[in-house]
């Protein structure tokens, strides 16, 4: 496979740290290694916090830094369903997020919130 991948110095940019959208061109455990935007590729420095595993074709956005692209966040395929809104913190509890309520389940008893 041959690589057009681009030294980040020539990564177009709107103004300083403006986001941009691009294409994960190659992928690897979950984490974009370059990012296709247009006919150049270019190397992923990080990923913030929050972004999902990744694949190549997934659209993200990122920020153009003088080290690299940092991938800011995966962007829904069209007519995705949003993701699940959870959280654990870093005492090992959980947050669910859930606007209409949330019910646990199991054979023999049911806790509904709302």
Do not use: W, Y
């Not at 190659?26 to 420095?45: K, Q, S, T, W, Y």
């Not at 962007?75 to 959280?87: E, H």
């Not at 959980?94 to 606007?99: E, G, K, M, N, T």
């Amino acid at each position: 496979m041959t690589h057009n991948i681009k030294p980040i110095g020539q990564i177009p940019q709107q103004g300083a740290a403006a986001p941009r959208i691009a294409d994960v061109a190659e992928a690897e455990n979950g984490e974009a290694r370059a990012l296709r935007l247009g006919r150049e590729e270019f190397p992923v420095i990080a990923h913030a916090d929050g972004v999902p595993p990744l694949r190549a074709g997934d659209r993200v956005v990122f920020l153009a830094t003088g080290d690299g692209v940092i991938v800011t966040h995966r962007l829904r395929a069209p007519g995705a369903r949003p993701a699940r809104g959870f959280t654990v913190r870093p005492d090992g509890s959980l947050i669910i997020d859930a606007s209409e309520g949330i019910t646990l389940a199991t054979g023999h008893a049911t806790i509904e919130l709302r």
